[in-house]
């Protein structure tokens, strides 16, 4: 089997949180599959700014977690196990 690569790892995790995220969004409007579409969000809700006279920087940050995004994670795992 060998050493596996990080990357392909980190590129899986995004790629099912992405996808699932999509999906959730989708699935969110159909009645039978609206548990997908649930979901927390966090992070701040007002973003932060930093006024240095010269230059202004805005940060932010706000993750939503959903059900889709939790199954598209899995997914990533099984298939990176399988690689």
Do not use: C, E
């Amino acid at each position: 089997m060998g050493h596996k690569n990080f990357w392909i790892l980190l590129l899986l995790l995004l790629s099912g949180i992405v996808l699932g995220s999509f999906i959730g969004d989708l699935a969110g409007k159909v009645p039978g599959l609206s548990w997908l579409g649930f979901g927390q969000s966090f992070g701040l809700d007002s973003p932060l700014i930093v006024n240095l006279g010269v230059i202004i920087i805005t940060f932010g940050l706000t993750i939503k977690i959903t059900m889709a995004s939790i199954i598209g994670v899995a997914l990533a795992l099984v298939i990176y196990r399988f690689i």
